[in-house]
């Protein structure tokens, strides 16, 4: 008889009903009864079947003990549950709060430059006002002003303790070469990234070989996060998707996070967050994807501003 066999004839209810019981009552109380048992029919003496009884209570006292046991572990793994919710839900609202937080100061900025430009109009002249509002509320300062404040969000879960840094860098599309150009960006160092300094159109052309390039190809993708790229190119059929646009950049480029900002069905832009340290991005994969669509949205609006400013300068 095989061994599957034979677990087959000790299995079933009783098999999992006795691994389930208390050490005493398997060793002790299961055994006493049956002994007892046996003693009365082999004997036929029958006055013995009182010792059953205190067989039984013992039985149900430490049964109960038992479901007690059973029950408390239960409730306290419910509780560690529950407890472990809370820490989830928690942190998931303080994030949300921050993030609030965050898109307030964007928008008392925009309160205070309109502030601003209505007391300079009062009291010099609106020639200035409008100056003023042109130029500060430009469409590239607005952009400014949007990319340092996702950086912000970013540094704040950095891992400090392995000097981790992100860079924020807002690519646009161009329709006549087909490719990206980058419109806006911030770092800690304030270095402009080589698609700035240096733009290599061969590595930012839309369909493979950076990640940006391979999102705005890709209609049904609304971001693409790789948090390991070294793993990612070893391991990923779709490697080709990403190469470094630079020598050197291997040592500071480990993971990257694109998010494609939609005008409508017209995909604008992509918002590129790239780290120094692999293994982070995924950690708080949703709340960065509820921070770069949130800012989606203002860059949208700005765009739209920038349009119905440029739409009616042309009719001044």
């Given amino acids: 008889m095989t061994i599957q066999n034979k677990e087959h004839v000790l299995g079933g209810p009783y098999k999992a009903w006795y691994h389930k019981q208390p050490k005493l009552l398997k060793i002790v109380i299961i055994p006493f009864t049956i002994a007892i048992s046996l003693i009365i029919i082999k004997t036929q003496n029958y006055s013995l079947w009182w010792l059953v009884v205190p067989a039984a209570l013992l039985f149900i006292s430490f ?6 046991t059973i029950l408390n572990e239960d409730l306290d793994k419910l509780l560690d549950k529950s407890k472990s919710k809370v820490q989830v839900w928690r942190s998931q609202f303080e994030r949300l709060v921050y993030l609030n937080n965050v898109l307030n100061e964007l928008v008392e ?31 590239k300062n607005s952009l400014d002003r949007i990319i340092a404040l996702i950086y912000k969000v970013f540094e704040r879960y950095t891992d400090i303790e392995r000097k981790q840094e992100f860079r924020v860098c807002y690519l646009v ?16 160092d304030k270095i402009p990234p ?48 990403f190469e470094y646009t630079n020598s050197g950049q291997s040592d500071y480029l480990k993971s990257i996070y694109c998010y494609k900002v939609m005008n409508k069905h017209e995909c604008i ?23 770069l669509e949130s800012f989606a949205k203002r860059i949208v609006f700005e765009t739209r501003c920038a349009y119905m400013k440029n739409t009616l300068s042309r009719e001044e």
């Fill in 269 to 291: 832009g992509i918002l590129c967050i790239d780290s120094n340290i692999s293994g982070t991005l995924e950690k708080y994969e949703q709340f960065y994807k509820d921070v």
């Fill in 109 to 139: 900025s925009k309160s205070e430059m309109f502030l601003e430009t209505a007391t300079l109009a009062i009291d010099d002249s609106p020639r200035k006002g409008i100056e003023q509002i042109r130029e500060a509320g430009s469409y």
């Fill in 63 to 68: 049964y109960n003990q038992y479901l007690d």
């Fill in 194 to 241: 080589f698609s700035v300094s240096k733009p290599n159109p061969a590595f930012f052309k839309k369909g493979d070989s950076t990640v940006a390039g391979h999102l705005w190809a890709r209609n049904s993708s609304p971001s693409l996060l790789i948090d390991d790229i070294e793993k990612f190119k070893q391991d990923s059929k779709n490697a080709s998707m």
């Fill in 173 to 188: 599309p161009d329709t006549e070469s087909d490719t990206l150009i980058a419109k806006s960006w911030y770092n800690k």
